[in-house]
């Protein structure tokens, strides 16, 4: 099978339950996987919680991941994806001095090519937003961290994929 | 949870009653048909045990010496009679003293509820006197978990416990209940849960894949079987028995699988794995197709999975789709339950002896008897040996005892040797390898079987471990036999020293007491046998009792456990000496 290590997205679908994430990443942390990013939302279902993971390593493993995840009683259905079958988003947000708003006409322009927008403005600080794939977050603080960034932070990817992941079936079958 | 009133319009019955959360554990335990519970009363549980007081006439509570042992107890009291075992603690040290025994029913898939108290729920996650965190503790080596701190959640959380821990892959669970909780009174109903709908405890077996293996099996040359534990909890063992007989397929065991086919059967080719016997080991990696049933091919039994069964094609029964290609490639994956499996596959068998791949078993058996098997059992040297004692038990026994071990040399000689006629006849901590396990699993096996022999082998590291249950043999009057190998050394360790470590015996040498006042302090019979002419008379006195009795036999101080893998060789590498 294949060893080579790649980034994978895996969904997971469970329960809306307090212990869960707990139990999720224990599995990861007991065998020292380091985990990219984490987001945990509501589903397309109701009251079905939606985990999207990102880590890195070989399909091999991510297969035997999506076993153990699965083997929890509360979830509902795991599964993993490359990049190419991935369609996911990461948001950023830099928080930047007003002045250099007017100081720095440079800054309009970044913001104006990387299609960022500014969330909030005032006095002393304006905060810009920007949503896309992790590289394109990364260059803009790379082209802002030049004048200087109050703060900055990036989320965990939100990710659909481009298979369907026939949850409500599952569920039907389950309950039949 | 909503009350459930009127079945009937003329008698109006009323299907829920007042009662308070701490009453509820107890009856949710009488709904589901527990008749002996394992555990130790503290501050957080207290009114649960007062409720224990009150029903006492419907559960027996026994009080173990330590909340470990009543872990064990109940996984003693789970292993043979295949229900599930429960143990009750309190909250803080009460709780961490569980984990253990629930570590050790994670990984040996015993079905065990744990229940323990927990401080009032205003009290959480203020460092109040003994709270603990159970539930985060207990996260990684449970089936399932979780906190109650409102009454009227307790049925519903019990009930799902039970569930979980019998169904499927069994295993432990923990519900932890907050004091408040156990006050707190609500209208009770109780409803049995069978289903989860997140949950699929058995995957349903698909018929192909049946067909496929049943292709390979029938094609086969050279095949053999290896089963474990899942037979047992499948209740599969006239199935496999069956397919055994009919394909007339060489079948080896797991330790956790051992009995489910008699030893004296004519193709039950042994014990796999580090300290298994001889020819199954040596021959996994010639036969064509190894048919692998309710095991987890666990490094104990693989060896260096690199060289292990490389030239086989691989069909692996097994209910956990986590476990199928876990360690080793499977050609065909048959998910499922065992017995629904075997049941399915026999039809399609043929008939079949494969008398010459036979012979090379009894080739290599006779082997390892002339280098391993006969001193062990029939030794020359003045010095007794622990198989000389399991073979005295084997015959005053007749092969009928449930046979509950520790951890250790004498562990792996007891599985090696003992004679089972009947399945869950051997009760060990296999995957975790606990010492200590095996007096208070012999507890509580004896306690859920009491018309069956039971004799616990220790030695003298693992006993020191549990030692205080002794107490609980006496309060309970438990007929356990308790065997004690005494070779003044924590003894598997020892032989790893002498093989690996240029007999260096780093703080492996005991002290020990003197037995056998110890357990006559607890008014057990008890004898102590240092010579092989004393051997037979004090086992014959053992089996008669019928109370409690204590044997201590000193064997010889340094014997080793052979045939042996040694960590990180290949399974054709096994030692004979």
């Not at chain 2, 253990?100 to 109040?128: E, F, K, N, R, Y």
């Not at chain 2, 004498?410 to 869950?424: D, G, L, S």
């Not at chain 2, 007096?439 to 004896?446: T, V």
Request: net charge negative; with cysteine.
């Amino acid at each position: 099978m294949n060893s080579e290590i790649r980034l994978y997205t895996i969904s997971v679908y469970t329960e809306n339950n307090i212990g869960l994430l707990n139990r999720i990443s224990a599995i990861f942390q007991r065998r020292h996987i380091n985990v990219e990013s984490l987001n945990i939302s509501p589903s397309e279902i109701e009251g079905v919680a939606k985990f999207t993971i990102a880590v890195k390593m070989s399909e091999e493993s991510v297969k035997k991941i999506i076993g153990q995840i699965e083997k929890q009683v509360e979830v509902i259905k795991a599964y993993y994806h490359d990049e190419e079958n991935t369609i996911y988003q990461i948001s950023g947000l830099f928080k930047i001095k007003s002045e250099l708003l007017f100081e720095e006409p440079q800054i309009q322009n970044i913001i104006k090519e990387s299609n960022a927008r500014i969330v909030t403005v005032n006095t002393a600080f304006f905060v810009i937003e920007k949503s896309g794939k992790k590289d394109e977050i990364v260059k803009l603080h790379e082209q802002l961290s030049v004048f200087g960034i109050m703060q900055y932070t990036r989320s965990g990817r939100v990710a659909i994929t481009k298979d369907e992941m026939k949850i409500s079936t599952l569920l039907e079958s389950y309950n039949n | 949870m909503e009350a459930h009133t009127i079945k009937d319009n003329k008698t109006s019955i009323k299907a829920t009653e007042k009662i308070s959360g701490s009453e509820a554990i107890v009856r949710c335990l009488i709904e589901e048909d527990v008749k002996i519970i394992y555990g130790y009363p503290g501050g957080a549980i207290m009114p649960v045990y007062d409720e224990l007081f009150k029903y006492q006439d419907k559960i027996h509570h026994v009080l173990t010496r330590h909340e470990q042992g009543a872990t064990h107890s109940a996984q003693g009291f789970a292993r043979i009679s295949g229900k599930v075992g429960v143990a009750i603690a309190t909250s803080g040290p009460g709780a961490t003293n569980l984990i253990t025994g629930i570590a050790d029913a994670q990984i040996d898939s015993t079905p065990m509820v744990c229940i323990t108290g927990q401080v009032p729920s205003h009290l959480l996650g203020s460092d109040a006197f003994q709270e603990t965190d159970i539930v985060g503790i207990s996260t990684p080596v449970t089936k399932w978990n979780c906190q109650v701190t409102k009454a009227a959640d307790i049925p519903g959380a019990l009930a799902k416990a039970f569930y979980i821990a019998r169904s499927g892959r069994p295993g432990p669970v923990l519900v932890d209940i907050t004091k408040d909780a156990q006050f707190e009174e609500f209208d009770f109903s109780y409803e049995k849960c069978t289903k989860i709908r997140s949950y699929n405890p058995v995957p349903k077996t698909d018929i192909s894949s049946i067909e496929a293996a049943a292709k390979l099996m029938n094609a086969a040359k050279k095949p053999m079987i290896i089963w474990g534990q899942g037979i047992i909890l499948s209740q599969a063992e006239e199935q496999l028995k069956a397919l055994v007989e009919k394909a007339g397929i060489p079948a080896a065991w797991t330790i956790l699988g051992a009995s489910a086919i008699p030893t004296s059967h004519p193709l039950n080719v042994g014990m796999l794995g580090m300290h298994g016997n001889y020819a199954p080991n040596v021959l996994t990696n010639e036969c064509d197709v190894l048919i692998a049933i309710g095991m987890r091919f666990d490094d104990r039994v693989t060896g260096k999975l690199d060289e292990y069964a490389r030239q086989a094609k691989v069909i692996h029964f097994e209910i956990d789709p986590a476990e199928i290609d876990k360690n080793v490639q499977t050609e065909v994956a048959v998910l499922g339950d065992a017995k629904l499996s075997l049941e399915a596959i026999l039809p399609l068998i043929n008939e079949n002896t494969h008398t010459e791949w036979h012979q090379k078993f009894k080739e290599l058996y006779a082997i390892e008897y002339e280098k391993v098997i006969k001193n062990d059992l029939h030794p020359t040297k003045e010095g007794l040996t622990m198989g000389e004692v399991i073979k005295e038990i084997n015959i005053q026994s007749k092969g009928n005892a449930a046979i509950v071990t520790d951890v250790g040399q004498h562990q792996m000689i007891a599985c090696r040797y003992a004679e089972f006629n009947k399945t869950k006849s051997n009760i060990t901590s296999g995957g975790l390898g606990t010492m200590g396990f095996g007096l208070p699993a012999a507890i509580g096996a004896k306690m859920a079987a009491p018309e069956r022999e039971v004799v616990s082998i220790s030695g003298d590291g693992g006993y020191q471990m549990t030692i205080q249950e002794l107490g609980t043999i006496f309060q309970q009057k438990a007929a356990v036999k308790v065997v004690v190998l005494n070779n003044d050394f924590l003894g598997m360790v020892r032989q790893w020293q002498q093989l690996f470590f240029d007999k260096r015996y780093a703080s492996t040498e005991m002290v020990n007491p003197n037995f056998v006042a110890i357990a006559e302090g607890y008014y057990i019979k008890a004898k102590k046998v240092t010579k092989r002419e004393e051997l037979a008379e004090a086992v014959a006195e053992m089996m008669a009792s019928k109370e409690a009795y204590f044997l201590e036999v000193c064997v010889e101080k340094e014997g080793n456990v052979f045939p042996m893998v040694p960590s990180g060789a290949s399974v054709s590498q096994i030692r004979l000496e």
